[in-house]
């Protein structure tokens, strides 16, 4: 089925994500980057079937509110911003429309957070393992950590005790998860999950070789969210939640 898709935030990100739009047969019918831009592109966005956000994260909560008024579905990889779930419920459920966000839409990160979760829980049962987060990225970006590592270090502190919290910094302390950024150059992510022992390392390792696997991923969610209605993860669109 190709898809009218709206691309909300037409930055590097927005423009990937319309390169593997378009190779999929889909059309963007708007790209809004301003409250004005939604306002003059008004017509074109009402025949989408699709709102696909990358927005900086001062606006992203503003995007999924025009577009779920709108009936859209909403499908977000903006980080650094908490959406308000209680209000996206309400709209959702008042306009018909559809609301999706992750923190990465990489298929490789999902599986990432998947393995990640599994070791944890293993290593837990064994005791004697201390984790560490590291994160790298472009020095363009804003927020730090990145989402995908705080969804990483959210499931670390869920799973392995005596871990009560992370902390964006080095730490010695037992029950604080270290989360490490770094800014250099023009490196699209990588993250490293390091847990060791008095006797060993184990590395879980993902590094991005470009934006592609994240607009492919946010594509990828687009089919899958037109037409229904609620609020979804990415993990359900590729089957990881059951």
Not at 97 to 122: C, D, P, R, T, Y
Not at 149 to 159: M, S
């Amino acid at each position: 089925m190709t898809l009218n898709i709206v691309l909300s935030g037409y930055g590097r990100m927005g423009k990937e994500t319309e390169k593997a739009a378009l190779a999929k047969g889909h059309r963007v019918v708007a790209t809004p980057d301003s409250l004005a831009d939604w306002q003059l592109m008004a017509d074109a966005i009402a025949t989408a079937d699709v709102v696909i956000d990358f927005s900086p994260p001062d606006a992203a909560g503003h995007n999924a509110e025009r577009a779920l008024a709108l009936g859209k579905p909403f499908v977000t990889g903006t980080t650094g911003w908490n959406p308000d779930y209680d209000y996206i419920r309400q709209l959702v459920a008042r306009h018909g429309g559809a609301f999706l966000m992750a923190s990465n839409f990489s298929v490789g990160v999902n599986i990432l957070f998947h393995v990640q979760k599994q070791m944890a829980e293993l290593l837990a049962d064994a005791g004697g393992y201390r984790a560490v987060i590291e994160e790298t990225h472009h020095i363009h970006k804003k927020d730090a950590p990145s989402g995908t590592a705080i969804r990483l270090a959210n499931d670390l502190v869920a799973t392995m005790p005596p871990l009560q919290r992370w902390e964006n910094n080095p730490s010695t302390d037992r029950e604080v998860l270290p989360v490490i950024s770094y800014r250099q150059g023009e490196v699209p992510g990588t993250h490293v999950t390091t847990f060791t022992s008095a006797n060993d390392v184990l590395t879980l390792k993902h590094e991005a070789l470009g934006r592609g696997a994240l607009a492919a991923g946010a594509v990828l969610a687009a089919e899958w969210i037109a037409g229904r209605q609620g609020i979804f993860t990415f993990e359900e669109v590729l089957g990881l939640s059951r």
